[in-house]
């Protein structure tokens, strides 16, 4: 690898591990893919990934390190319960790599440092009031105020995908009901999709899926065929994203709202009701204003830019 001066983002997810060596300018030197191994220990994984960041570095020099995880806490620098990791109630993950190495080291969820990514390296640069959905199996947010990170009284402010739709809805991984990301995300979509083949009759190339085998690029794909269910579970979706998104407005004015992740990438097809929706509900004094934008940070790749992010801020603020 090029030598250089360079800060390392990790992603974390409950099958894969992503890291890679980014530079100020966003520009991902190297990188490299792992198995997570869910059901080892945590500090097996950080293990790991020293044993990968020492083949690929070379004598490049280590700024800092950003992590992107589930239910991480910034404040804590611990992960707290995490979905998928057989790591238990908690653990504090920045200690464990400060045991590998003497730069500053934070960690943040996922949803987080997209947020902070699109913030320093995407369409929000420049900007100091934005929200960041990230659309995946699950809804994630972050919520920039005054050009920084909110993270509230413990940690864990910007739980939109927590927030209530419909409280005698849908069950959520969560323990509660109704949460906007059971319907709103990849798994809530085809649970949409299946609701909409049960009440009526119409043909369609989605009841020839099974609901276990479903997966929201095949709605996707139907869509674009003008399937009559696809397109309507498009535009349920769009509709309660819009909803709620519009209530987000009402907190924090933003000058921005930005979508990322799997389900964003189906483009107009869910950004243009979406749209329409959103300044539907919008309280009057913010119609017309609030851009709603798909990221342009590269496919598969903002998640460790958004951690990389995550570690060049915690670099400038030891400069301090």
Same mark, same amino acid.
């Given at each position: 690898m090029q030598t250089g001066n360079y800060v390392i983002g990790i992603d974390i997810g409950g099958t894969t591990t992503s890291l890679g060596f980014v530079d100020r300018n966003g520009i991902?030197?190297?990188?490299?893919t792992l198995e997570t191994l869910a059901e080892q220990r945590a500090d097996t994984l950080v293990s790991r990934l020293s044993?990968?960041?020492?083949?690929?570095r070379g004598n490049s020099a280590i700024s800092g390190i950003g992590i992107g995880a589930p239910n991480a806490n910034y404040l804590r620098?611990?992960?707290?319960?995490?979905?998928?990791?057989?790591?238990?109630?908690?653990?504090?993950l920045v200690e464990l790599f400060q045991q590998h190495y003497c730069v500053p080291v934070a960690v943040t969820n996922d949803a987080n440092a997209a947020a902070i990514g699109e913030l320093q390296?995407?369409?929000?640069?420049?900007?100091?009031?934005?929200?960041?959905?990230?659309?995946?199996?699950?809804?994630?947010?972050?919520?920039?105020v005054n050009g920084e990170?909110?993270?509230?009284?413990?940690?864990?402010?910007?739980e939109l995908g927590h927030t209530t739709v419909d409280p005698e809805g849908r069950?959520?991984?969560?323990?509660?009901?109704?949460?906007?990301?059971?319907?709103?995300?990849?798994?809530?979509?085809?649970?949409?999709?299946?609701?909409? =083949? !049960? %009440?009526?009759?119409? @043909?369609?190339?989605?009841?020839?899926?099974?609901?276990n085998e479903m997966t929201s690029k095949q709605i996707y794909e139907a869509a674009c065929n003008e399937d009559s269910i696809a397109l309507a579970a498009f535009d349920i979706t769009a509709r309660t994203l819009g909803m709620k998104l519009a209530d987000a407005v009402a907190h924090t004015s933003p000058e921005a709202i930005v979508l990322s992740g799997g389900l964003a990438s189906a483009g107009d097809i869910l950004l243009t009701?979406?749209?329409?929706?959103?300044?539907?509900?919008?309280?009057?004094p913010y119609k017309g204003k609030?851009? =709603? !934008? %798909?990221?342009?940070? @590269?496919?598969?790749?903002?998640a460790v830019l958004g951690a990389a992010a995550l570690a060049w801020a915690e670099v400038d603020k030891m400069s301090l």
């Amino acid at each position: 690898m090029q030598t250089g001066n360079y800060v390392i983002g990790i992603d974390i997810g409950g099958t894969t591990t992503s890291l890679g060596f980014v530079d100020r300018n966003g520009i991902v030197r190297c990188e490299a893919t792992l198995e997570t191994l869910a059901e080892q220990r945590a500090d097996t994984l950080v293990s790991r990934l020293s044993d990968t960041i020492v083949k690929l570095r070379g004598n490049s020099a280590i700024s800092g390190i950003g992590i992107g995880a589930p239910n991480a806490n910034y404040l804590r620098g611990t992960v707290e319960n995490p979905p998928n990791l057989n790591w238990g109630a908690s653990v504090n993950l920045v200690e464990l790599f400060q045991q590998h190495y003497c730069v500053p080291v934070a960690v943040t969820n996922d949803a987080n440092a997209a947020a902070i990514g699109e913030l320093q390296f995407g369409i929000a640069r420049g900007m100091k009031h934005v929200i960041v959905i990230t659309l995946g199996t699950g809804l994630g947010s972050g919520i920039i105020v005054n050009g920084e990170l909110l993270y509230g009284a413990d940690g864990f402010a910007g739980e939109l995908g927590h927030t209530t739709v419909d409280p005698e809805g849908r069950d959520c991984a969560c323990g509660k009901r109704g949460c906007l990301e059971t319907y709103v995300s990849a798994a809530g979509m085809c649970r949409t999709v299946c609701e909409l =083949l !049960s %009440q009526n009759c119409e @043909p369609s190339s989605m009841r020839e899926i099974r609901f276990n085998e479903m997966t929201s690029k095949q709605i996707y794909e139907a869509a674009c065929n003008e399937d009559s269910i696809a397109l309507a579970a498009f535009d349920i979706t769009a509709r309660t994203l819009g909803m709620k998104l519009a209530d987000a407005v009402a907190h924090t004015s933003p000058e921005a709202i930005v979508l990322s992740g799997g389900l964003a990438s189906a483009g107009d097809i869910l950004l243009t009701p979406t749209r329409h929706y959103f300044e539907e509900f919008l309280f009057t004094p913010y119609k017309g204003k609030v851009k =709603l !934008s %798909q990221s342009a940070l @590269p496919e598969g790749k903002g998640a460790v830019l958004g951690a990389a992010a995550l570690a060049w801020a915690e670099v400038d603020k030891m400069s301090l």
